[in-house]
């Protein structure tokens, strides 16, 4: 079928047939050669030539097309499409005729034959061509405003340029890459920038689309910003509660917290821990279950909360929100050595008076809450032991980072170290050992949390001591890197960084989902139900936990954004600045924590410093699409 000196088509590109034998060789258009099969060429030009020609010009190719039109369905040779076109059917004619279909808008390739385009066909390919060469010119010119409003803004000279209406198309392509929402962006392309969320949003804050008011993290993270829109259903009434109203019970919280979902109490002779009792009405499989599952836990921002479960939750199970509270309580007796004697759990009525950490400590300070003085002595004891038994204590300066956007405000306030909330702290593991004890003793699958040892604490772990007993700061850092991931499951095992020998979190169900999956099991225990099997309990609990991980995620990134853009409001910060972690062997830099941030940072300064120093240092640039700063020594 085909001779040497012929033309062919191959993968539809002009080819020069050099020799035929068993296999066909072929010269391609860069002059390289191939060896091919018959099947895998079409026929183009018999020849004979020399080389590939190149396209003859002119030629009326519409003409050609409307005569061809009425046979349109019968096979067309290239011979005869190249006598129509140019009146011959030369290589070179051949060769322009294959050009022409090519491009696909009056012919076009079938099969290795040219097919004419109806007239149909031809108008809407006309059509979107034009469509296209007009999206061409708008992204172009957009792309001319984008690079002049950019460089304007970074350097006014001249009239300040703007975007037109027209260009929210372009700005809301690269919005969508910056959210999380697309991982594609044209636009961004057209412009130079790098198609990743944090370059889209750089860009975006460059051209004054957005300011630093705008948090992408939590759609990035693909964190829903409002509470579940489901029903909860009515209280279960399958437990008789117990009237425990008659106990003083005390809810103690930062002076912010506004879901309350764990108190304390004393009665003479036990500590009673109360918790709220969502699983009183939420069932697994249910649709309030369900959404919890898919959240993990509550979304906390610095802008706002995003709840884990209905907002009619917070209303109905909150306590101390109103009069009287239904609750899943914990009388928990100790020893002389402060280990848990005995435990048992009920449903119950509480009444709770709700504090700050503040108040609190001002009543235990003035004699006025003697069950409080009374708790906090088995808290002490509590924490000694846990000490004791290898727990390992990290207490680092935290700060708070809230927003109010109808100001807009950005405030970083330092979190005070309160008695209370040491109090409350032992309390909470104290009702987390006493849970999941309980429920080992009744062969309960349950969503028992564990951690393993630390690697070895060495010298820079352990620190020197404070007058207040306390570890260095750099300690607590280095404390803090040794630490490994805890682990859920339904089969218990110690959490050596508590230094407890069983644990599970309980005391959270209205915003953590394994809290709420034990009070289901406990629950269903109670009542006499089925309960879920250590295969479910399993599933739940990496559900939940890769579902919190994406919220912790959102939480992290969200409070250095926050923290970045007050920086950016104020270039001018100054502060102090520890040491925390010394430059590796050689080159490098010294580790150092800004308490009145809360922020880590990098620090270029010479060999002769040293751990738990401290430094005066100046904000010299805060990037907050980046999430990165950094500061210099100043004096």
Known sequence: MFRAQALALYKNRPVLVVEVKDRIEIRLEDGSSLRVRDKDLFPLHEGPVMALPQPAGGGDFETARRMLLPASGAKLDWAELAELVFGDSGAAEVVACWLESTKGLLFRLDEGSPLPLDDEAVAKETAKRARKEGEAAERSAFVDRAKGVKAFRR????????????????????????????????????????????????????????????????????????????????????????????????????????????????????????????????????????????????????????????????????????????????????????????????????????????????????????????????????????????????????????????????????????????????????????????AFERGLAFPFYGQEAPSDMGPAALGELSSEGEAALSAQFARRRLMRGGMWGPQPSAHRGLGLPFYAQVTSPLRRYQDLLGHMQIRAFLSGRATLDADEVSRRCALAQAASAATRTAERASNQHWTLAYLTRHPEWSGEAVLVGAPGTGAGAWQAYIPELGLEAKLRLGPDRSLDERVRVALVRADVAALESSFEETH
């Open 155 to 438: 350097k006014p000279i001249g009239p300040e340029p703007s975007f037109e209406e027209a260009d929210g198309r372009f700005l809301s392509e690269i919005e969508a890459l910056a959210y999380g929402k697309s991982s594609k962006s044209k636009t961004c392309a057209d412009l130079g920038i790098s198609e990743t969320p944090e370059a889209a949003q750089s860009f975006l804050l460059a051209v004054g689309r957005w300011d630093e008011m705008v948090n992408p993290h939590p759609s990035r993270a693909l964190c829903p910003l409002s509470a579940p829109r489901v029903e909860i259903g009515p209280d279960m009434g399958e437990l008789q509660r117990v009237d425990l109203t008659a106990m003083e019970a005390w809810a103690i919280d930062n002076a912010w917290s506004t879901d309350p979902d764990d108190a304390i109490a004393w009665d003479g002779s036990s500590i009673w821990v109360h918790v709220a009792d969502p699983a009183s009405a939420i069932l697994p499989d249910s649709a309030a279950d369900k959404e919890a599952l898919a959240r993990g836990s509550t979304l906390y921002l610095p802008e706002l909360t995003s709840p884990m479960l209905p907002d009619q939750a917070l209303e109905r199970f909150g306590l101390g929100l109103g009069e009287l509270s239904p609750a899943l309580s914990f009388r928990i007796d100790l020893a002389a050595d402060g280990s848990i004697a005995s435990v048992e759990a009920c449903a119950s009525t509480v009444r709770v008076r709700r504090a700050s950490y503040g108040e609190a400590d001002a009543l235990m300070a003035e004699g006025r809450a003697p069950a409080l003085a009374r708790l906090a002595e088995s808290a002490a004891l509590r924490k000694g032991r846990r000490v004791e038994n290898g727990a390992i204590e990290i207490e680092i300066p935290e700060v708070r980072v809230s927003v109010r956007a109808e100001s807009p405000e950005i405030r970083i306030e330092r979190i005070p170290r309160d008695s209370s909330s040491g109090l409350v702290r032992e309390m909470m593991l104290l009702a987390g050992e006493a849970a999941a004890r309980w």
